[in-house]
Nanobody
Framework: QVQLVESGGGLVQAGGSLRLSCAASGISFSSLGINTMAWYRQAPGKQRELAAAITSGGRTNYADSVKGRFTMSRDAAKNTMYLQMNNLKPEDTAVYYC?????????WGQGTQVTVSS
């Protein structure tokens, strides 16, 4: 059974930083079956949107709204992926979800709340 567990969210002032983690079990980040690894976010009253993603080819893509401020990475040895968020803005307030595409299935974590105060 695949399980993704996010952590690291919280309340931070504008301009601050947070690092989100997503620990996986039941799946290996070293597996060739991994298609994509991504962070999504959903703000109140808005649709879930892609923040950052690592493709199977190893390329990292970012939403324009976070480019230059967020950095996505992964540690295969720890089976964990990260989202380093710097220079946070109030509009970054959202629930952040990690997502992994493995073979023909996609798996989601439960989400972690990030709140940025002005």
């Amino acid at each position: 059974q695949v399980q993704l567990v996010e952590s690291g969210g919280g309340l931070v002032q504008a301009g601050g930083s947070l690092r989100l983690s997503c620990a996986a079990s039941g799946i290996s980040f070293s597996s060739l079956g991994i298609n994509t690894m991504a962070w999504y976010r959903q703000a109140p009253g808005k649709q879930r949107e892609l923040a950052a993603a690592i493709t199977s080819g190893g390329r990292t893509n970012y939403a324009d709204s976070v480019k230059g401020r967020f950095t996505m990475s992964r540690d295969a040895a720890k089976n964990t992926m990260y989202l380093q968020m710097n220079n946070l803005k109030p509009e970054d307030t959202a629930v952040y979800y990690c997502n992994v595409g493995f073979r023909t299935a996609y798996y989601w974590g439960q989400g972690t709340q990030v709140t940025v105060s002005s």
